[in-house]
């Protein structure tokens, strides 16, 4: 897998605008957050990884891992592995979307699963370009993105200056304003380098 050095021969992934662009896949850009805490859960990362590339993802680039503590779930819920994504796609931003619910399924996720539970892999669309989009299947940018640090940390790793549509801030503008929310103490540890 790419690390960060391996990224996007001009760095990260800034807006909609590097689509196309010279040297580059072709297809929109895109970023997906993507957490475990059940099992081996660095394995079903790398397994969910390797199914978006394999499942037509371009210029695949990769965030460090990350553990970090559970958000939104019960109390005795254990924490969580997170990285982030970003490449190039050339199909709808659906397409994506039901890409990724196949590859939960696929690495044990059941289809219908409560939000506060444990998972086995979690792949949530972050972002398509500068897209804006909400609608009963799937709602760009996603709408926790700019709340939760254990997504914003490891994007901002990848495409701090990917602009966060409608906002007109950076992913690493709402990963700084997280930081200061989250008092950034305990909220979690790199694991891996970029």
């Not at 990917?162 to 979690?188: C, E, I, N, Y």
Request: hydrophobic residues 40%; contains cysteine; neutral net charge.
């Amino acid at each position: 897998m790419p690390s960060r050095h391996d990224c996007h021969s001009e760095g990260p992934i800034p807006a909609a605008s590097a689509a196309g662009a010279a040297g580059r896949p072709g297809g929109e850009p895109v970023a997906i957050g993507i957490g475990a805490n059940l099992g081996d859960a660095a394995a079903a990362i790398d397994r969910a990884v390797a199914g978006l590339a394999h499942g037509g993802l371009e210029g695949l680039c990769r965030a460090g891992l990350y553990r970090t503590r559970p958000v939104g779930c019960t109390a005795d819920t254990p924490a969580f592995l997170n990285t982030a994504v970003t490449g190039y796609w050339r199909g709808s931003p659906r397409l994506l979307l039901a890409l990724c619910r196949r590859l939960e399924v696929s690495l044990g996720r059941p289809a219908y699963r409560q939000a506060d539970h444990c998972r086995s892999i979690d792949l949530d669309l972050l972002l398509v370009g500068q897209r804006c989009l909400d609608d009963a299947v799937l709602t760009l940018p996603h709408p926790r993105l700019t709340e939760r640090l254990f997504v914003l940390e490891p994007l901002a790793e990848i495409a701090p200056d990917w602009v966060v549509p409608p906002t007109g801030r950076s992913v690493a503008s709402w990963r700084d304003q997280a930081r200061r929310a989250d008092g950034a103490a305990g909220w979690g540890e790199r694991l891996t380098p970029p």
